[in-house]
């Protein structure tokens, strides 16, 4: 990220963060508003004008003024204003922001409500889910053959019924959102937001393989371990594969830890040959 851009978002941070802080629980329909101006103006190609360096400042925030006063509170009218002064180094980076603000507002606005965790649980029902069934998987993912809405509509049959309106807020944007990565899509997304939700509990989740699943006993072991090497409590995702063997495979973020019998014979199959 250049220059322009890091500096914008710095004092935006800066500025917006006493504004969330006050909203409370508004925050979850603030983010959501946020979310849904981001969307508008990504639809309609207005980051353009809205983060051209050859306009005046204030030439930019009357247009977001003009744009958004009236569909959108107040105070995310002037966040987008103050936004829009600023220097973006890609038009696209304003977007980029508009979504991480909009997801803060959602979790903070959750967290002032006492809310958050069952929204950080709904998430990480939907992203496990998405990822065991391959048909739902595959039509989520953006294809030639269906539209960004239509997969929005699918997503909301699916899950609207069985998950809040700040938790399915944020299943939208996973579904509409494609991240900058290699690999990515809406499994991506969702452990993106999920993890974001788990971190404002001081929280991380981890990923367990095993080749069996562990007893209830066992995970209450493996969890109290985790904790007490990691110092954050621990949210397990486990997945069962037959194929590591034995032993259990934990990730956490960078951090790898594998005992499986797979991967002790990896490690002497590189040893024989050198």
Request: proline share 4%.
């Amino acid at each position: 990220m250049k220059a322009g851009t890091s500096a914008t978002r710095a004092l935006t941070e800066e500025a917006w963060a006493p504004v969330l802080a006050a909203a409370g629980a508004q925050g979850q329909e603030l983010g959501e508003q946020i979310l849904a101006v981001a969307h508008e103006i990504a639809s309609n190609a207005l980051r353009g004008p809205l983060t051209d360096p050859n306009r005046e400042p204030e030439d930019k925030a009357s247009l977001a003024c003009r744009l958004f006063t009236g569909r959108a509170d107040a105070r995310v009218v002037e966040l987008l204003q103050g936004m829009v002064r600023g220097r973006w180094s890609r038009a696209v980076d304003l977007i980029s922001a508009l979504h991480d603000l909009g997801i803060q507002a959602i979790l903070s606005g959750a967290q002032a409500g006492g809310t958050l965790d069952d929204v950080e649980q709904e998430l990480f029902a939907v992203a496990r889910e998405v990822a065991a069934n391959r048909e739902i998987r595959q039509a989520l993912e953006p294809a030639r053959r269906t539209s960004t809405d239509a997969r929005v509509r699918l997503a909301c049959r699916l899950f609207a019924s069985r998950i809040s309106g700040p938790a399915m807020t944020l299943v939208v944007w996973s579904v509409r959102h494609q991240p900058e990565v290699a690999v990515g899509g809406v499994p991506y997304n969702l452990r993106r937001v999920t993890e974001l939700a788990a971190a404002m509990q001081n929280r991380v989740i981890a990923d367990v393989v095993t080749a069996v699943p562990l007893t209830t006993a066992q995970q209450a072991r493996l969890r109290e371990i985790l904790v007490r090497r990691l110092g954050f409590d621990v949210e397990l995702n486990l997945e069962v594969d037959p194929q590591v063997i034995g032993g259990v495979r934990v990730m956490v973020r960078d951090l790898v830890m594998d005992n499986t019998v797979r991967h002790s014979l990896a490690g002497l199959r590189t040893s024989l040959t050198g």
